[in-house]
C-alpha cells in the first residue's frame, strides 16, 4: 500500500511538470546574455558589416568566389534590420574604404552598392578595418552595437600594426567573424622575380629565375611554367614541388634589340587566378653617350679604341673626346659615362659639376696615371666621391725587380661575372710595374685587388649614380693590360655597368604602393601620360627637383606592366605586381584571434551555418522551447509508465 502512495506523488509532481513545461514552451523562452541580449528586441542597432575585398576573395569555389559569396551573407545581414537601426558598410583590404554618408538608414540604397564591389588587387589588413569600425560606432547612441567582420580569415591579414587596439571602450560592441570559405584552399603562386647581379645587354644571354610556392597538401608534380617576353611566350618547363615547398625555375634568354623591354612568369591555372603571374620590365640603352677625358690624347687613345674599334656609326657607344683645356666648356649632362684617365686636375667647379652628374645617376672612371696630381686626387677625388683620407699624397708604388698581378676579383660583380664560369687558371696574369696604394677601408668596396692585397679597383655609390677608380694607369711602360685581350671586354663591360640601373633590375613594385619614376629632364616640356594595363591612360604632372625630372604615381592599384609615353614616344615601363602575402591561404586559430581580441565579445560563424538564425540567437538569446517539449514527452512516457505500474499494484493488493 505504501508504494502505491509514493508512485500517486510520483504521478502527480511528473503531471505537474508536463503541465508546466508545455505552458513554458509555448512562451518561448531563451538563454539570454549580456545587457545588449536584455535590451533585444526593444533596442535599435547600430552595425558595420567589413567586406573584405583582398585578392585573395577572388578564390573560387564549386558555389562561386569567396567574393560572392560574402556579399550575399553581408546582404542576409542588411535584410534583418528593423526601422529606426542604422547601418554601415566598409569594404576594405590594405585599408578601409570609407564614405561620407556612413552610417544610413537606406537600407535599400546600401543593397544597391553592392552591385558596384568588386574584389580588389590588394592584401588584407584586418587591423585597420576593425579600428575603423570601432571608430563608427564610437559615436553612436544606439544601445545594440555590432560588427560584422567577413572574411577568409587568412592568418597573413591578421597582423596589428597598432599595439593600442582594441582601445577601450570597444567591449560595448559584439564582434561577428563570419568564415566564408566552406573548404580547405589549396594555392599555388609565382612569389618573385630574380635578374641576379648581372648586366643585360644586346645579343648576349642573361638569366632571369622566378620562385614558385606550393600552398597546398600535397606534393605538385610537373607543373608548367612558362616566360613570356615582349608579348610572345619564349620558353617553359616542368616543375616538381614538395607539399607547403618552393622552388626556383631559371630560364637563359637573349634579346636582340636595345631599348625598353617587359615579360611575365605565369603557371597552369588553379582556384587562385591572380597570383599565377609575375611582371617584370627592363631597360637596355640604346646608346651610351661616353666621355673621355685624358691630359693628353695618348691617354684615351686605347679606351677609344676598346669602346668603337671599329669605328661605325651604328655602334652601342657614342664616343667623344676632350683634354684639360677644352674641358671648361663640355656640358657632362649630356653623356651617361665620363672617364678620365691620367688627367692632373679638375677645377673647382668642374668638381662641383662632376657630383651633380653622378648624383643625377651618371657613372664616372678615374684611371690613375703618371700626369695626375698627388695631392688635388688625394684631398679633392679620393676624400670627395670615396671618403677616404690618405695622410699622404696618392703617388706610385713601383716593384723593384717584379710585378704586381691582380688576384681577389669579386667574379660576382657585374664587370666580372662573365667571367665567374672560366677556371682561373685560363683566366690572364696581367703585370703591373707600378700602382697607387689606396687606404683599406670597410665602408669601401673593393672590386679587385692587387697580389699584395692593395685595392685596384673601389667603387662608391653617390646619389643615382656611381664612380669607379682604377689605381693604375693605362700607360704600356707601366703594365702590359692595353695589349691584353682581357682590356677590350673589361673596358666595354666597365662602362655598361657604369651607365646601367641594377637597382631597376631589383625594382618588385607593389599594388597600392606608391612609386617613384626618374626621367631625363629634357623631358619636362612634353605631355606624359601613363597607360595602365587595361591600356587607360592618365596624365602625369612632372615634379622638377635641380636636374632632375621626377614623377610620383600613386594610383597603380592593377597587377601588370605600366607605361608612360610622349606624344610621339615611350620612354619608360615599369612592372607592378601584388604582394604575394595573400597567398598563403593558411587560416588564422580561434585562440589566435580571442587573444589578439581579448576583451571584446566575440561570435563566430561557420561558413555553412545559418547566419540569420545565429543573428537571433545573439541577440535574443537561445531559445528553449523545443528542449521544455522533448523533455515534456520523455516525461509524459514516464509518466504512462509509472501509470499502468501502479494500477498492477493496486489489482495485487486487492487479490491478496
Known amino acids: 500500500m505504501r508504494s502505491v502512495k509514493i508512485k500517486e506523488y510520483l504521478l502527480l509532481l511528473i503531471r505537474s511538470l508536463i503541465i508546466l513545461l508545455v505552458v513554458a514552451a509555448f512562451a518561448r523562452p531563451a538563454i539570454r546574455g549580456g545587457f545588449a541580449s536584455k535590451v533585444g528586441a526593444h533596442a535599435k542597432t547600430s552595425i558595420v558589416i567589413l567586406l573584405d575585398n583582398s585578392y585573395s576573395m577572388r578564390y573560387e569555389t564549386k558555389e562561386g568566389s569567396l567574393f560572392e559569396l560574402a556579399k550575399k551573407k553581408a546582404e542576409k545581414i542588411i535584410s534583418q534590420l528593423k526601422e ?154 616542368d616543375i616538381d614541388i614538395e607539399r607547403s615547398g618552393k622552388a626556383t625555375v631559371e630560364f637563359v634568354q637573349t634579346v636582340e634589340a636595345a631599348g625598353i623591354h617587359s615579360g611575365f612568369f605565369e603557371i597552369t591555372d588553379d582556384d587562385l587566378m591572380i597570383d599565377n603571374r ?6 637596355i640603352p ?31 657607344m657614342v664616343v667623344s673626346e676632350a683634354d684639360r683645356k677644352s674641358l671648361a666648356g663640355i656640358d657632362f649632362n649630356r653623356y651617361k659615362v665620363i672617364i678620365f684617365s691620367n688627367l692632373s686636375r679638375l677645377s673647382d667647379v668642374g668638381l662641383t659639376n662632376l657630383e651633380r652628374f653622378v648624383k ?38 713601383k716593384n723593384v725587380g717584379g710585378f704586381f698581378t691582380l688576384e681577389k676579383i669579386d667574379w660576382n660583380h657585374p664587370i666580372f661575372q662573365v667571367y665567374q664560369d672560366v677556371e682561373k687558371k685560363f683566366l690572364p696574369q696581367i703585370k703591373f710595374s707600378s700602382l697607387f ?41 707601366e703594365n702590359d693590360l692595353v695589349i691584353h685581350p682581357f682590356f677590350i671586354p673589361f673596358v666595354n663591360r666597365t662602362v655598361e655597368y657604369l651607365a646601367s640601373d641594377l637597382s631597376r633590375l631589383s625594382e618588385d613594385f607593389l599594388v597600392g604602393s606608391k612609386i617613384e619614376r626618374e626621367l631625363d629632364p629634357d623631358l619636362s616640356k612634353e605631355e606624359l601620360k601613363l597607360t595602365d594595363p587595361e591600356n587607360l591612360q592618365t596624365s602625369l604632372a612632372p615634379i622638377i627637383q635641380k636636374d632632375k625630372l621626377m614623377l610620383r ?46 576583451g571584446l565579445s566575440l561570435f563566430y560563424i561557420k561558413p555553412n551555418e545559418d547566419i540569420e538564425k545565429a543573428i537571433l540567437v545573439s541577440r535574443y538569446g537561445k531559445e528553449l522551447w523545443k528542449p521544455f517539449l522533448w523533455i515534456a514527452f520523455g516525461l509524459l512516457a514516464l509518466e504512462m509508465y509509472l501509470a499502468r505500474s501502479r494500477k498492477k499494484d493496486i489489482v495485487t493488493e486487492e487479490k491478496a
Open 84 to 237: 529606426g537601426d542604422e547601418a554601415s558598410l566598409i569594404p576594405f583590404a590594405s585599408e578601409p574604404q570609407l564614405r561620407k554618408d556612413m552610417p544610413t538608414y537606406d537600407f535599400k540604397g546600401l543593397l544597391n552598392q553592392f552591385d558596384e564591389l568588386l574584389p580588389s588587387h590588394q592584401i588584407t589588413d584586418v587591423g585597420q578595418a576593425l579600428k575603423s569600425a570601432f571608430e563608427i560606432l564610437r559615436d553612436s547612441k544606439n544601445l545594440n552595437q555590432e560588427i560584422y567582420l567577413i572574411s577568409d580569415m587568412e592568418k597573413s591579414g591578421w597582423y596589428f600594426a597598432d599595439e593600442s587596439f582594441p582601445s577601450k571602450g570597444s567591449e560595448k560592441a559584439k564582434l561577428y567573424l563570419l568564415d566564408v570559405c566552406p573548404e580547405e584552399k589549396q594555392n599555388l603562386c609565382i612569389e618573385k622575380i630574380d635578374f641576379g647581379n648581372q648586366l643585360i645587354e644586346k645579343g648576349r644571354p642573361f638569366q632571369i629565375k622566378a620562385q614558385v610556392a606550393n600552398f597546398t597538401s600535397q606534393p605538385v608534380k610537373n607543373l608548367l611554367v612558362g616566360l613570356y617576353l615582349d608579348g610572345r611566350r619564349v620558353s617553359q618547363t
Open 278 to 283: 609575375r611582371y617584370f620590365a627592363f631597360k
Open 286 to 316: 640604346e646608346k651610351i653617350e661616353v666621355l673621355l677625358v685624358g691630359e693628353h690624347q695618348k691617354d684615351t687613345y686605347h679606351l677609344k679604341l676598346a669602346l668603337n674599334p671599329q669605328q661605325k656609326s651604328d655602334i652601342h
Open 360 to 397: 643625377r645617376g651618371g657613372g664616372v672612371l678615374f684611371i690613375l696615371g703618371n700626369n695626375v696630381d698627388p695631392e688635388f686626387y688625394a684631398q679633392r677625388v679620393v676624400k670627395r666621391f670615396f671618403d677616404l683620407d690618405l695622410k699622404q699624397p696618392l703617388t706610385p708604388t
Open 437 to 477: 696604394e689606396l687606404p683599406q677601408s670597410k665602408n669601401v668596396k673593393v672590386i679587385s685587388r692587387f697580389n699584395l692585397g692593395k685595392p685596384a679597383l673601389i667603387e662608391e655609390s653617390l646619389g643615382s649614380g656611381k664612380v669607379l677608380l682604377f689605381a693604375t694607369s693605362l700607360d704600356e711602360k
Open 553 to 598: 604615381i600613386s594610383d597603380a592599384d592593377k597587377p601588370g606592366v605600366y607605361k608612360i609615353k610622349t606624344e610621339k614616344k615611350e620612354v619608360d615601363r615599369f612592372a607592378v605586381n601584388i604582394d604575394p602575402q595573400d597567398s598563403d591561404p593558411g587560416k588564422i586559430e580561434k585562440s589566435e584571434i580571442e587573444k589578439k581580441l581579448q
